[in-house]
C-alpha cells in the first residue's frame, strides 16, 4: 500500500509486489514490525522506502522463531532487520538492503540460532552490513555485500558462525572483523577491492592475531583477497 504509515506483520503475508512509500509521522520506533514468529512473509519484490529521516526498520522485539521473509527490497532505514529476542529459525532470502545508515543485518540476543541469511544483496549504506554480536549457529551463503563502511562484523559470544560463498568488495574499510568469537567458517568468498583488510581477527586487547597465533578454532580457507 501507498503511503502507509506502519506495517506490522503477524500473519502470513503476500504483498502487493508494487511500492510502498512509509512515513514516520508518529516517531514509531518499529515502523516494520515483526510481531510473531512461524509466518512467511513474500515481499513479491515490493520496494519499501521512506523519505523520512531513517526510522528503524524491520524490528524483531518479542521472537520470530520459524519467520521466512523473502523478495524484498528496503531502502532507507536505520536498519534493514533487527533481531533482538528470540528468533530460532529465521530465514532471510533473496532480499536487497539498500541506504541502511547504521547496519544493514543486526543479530543481538545469546537466544538467536539456527538462521540462514542467503542471496541478500546489502549496498550503498553508511553502516555494516552484517553486524552479529550473539547468537549461532548463523549461516551466510550466497550474499553480495558492497559499498557500504565494514562488511560483516561478529563478536563474541557470538560463535559457530559460518559465511561462505559471500561477495564482500568496494567497502570503504574492511571485510571481516572477528573479536572473541570462535568455531566459525569462513571459505569460498571473494573479499577484495575494500579499502582496509580483507579479514581482522582481534583477541581481547584488541590486537590483531597475526598468522602465527590464528585462533585455530576458526576455519578460514579458500577464499579470494
Known sequence: PA???????????????????????GGAVDILSLGRGNITIDCNNTRIY?????PEGFMSTTGTPGLIMKNCHVQHFKYGFAFASDSNGTILYNITLENM????????????KNIIIANMNITSSTGIGILIERGTRINITNNVIKNVSRGIEIYGPATNITIQNTTIINNSRYGILLVNSSNNTILWNNISNNSGEGIIMTAGNLSTITQHNLDLTNFIANNTI
Open 3 to 25: 503511503n502507509s504509515q506502519e506495517l506490522d506483520f503477524t500473519n502470513n503475508t503476500i504483498l502487493c509486489g508494487s511500492t510502498s512509500n512509509l512515513v514516520n509521522a
Open 50 to 54: 521512506t523519505e523520512d529521516a531513517a
Open 101 to 112: 545508515s547504521n547496519v544493514g543485518i543486526n543479530i543481538s540476543n545469546a537466544n538467536i
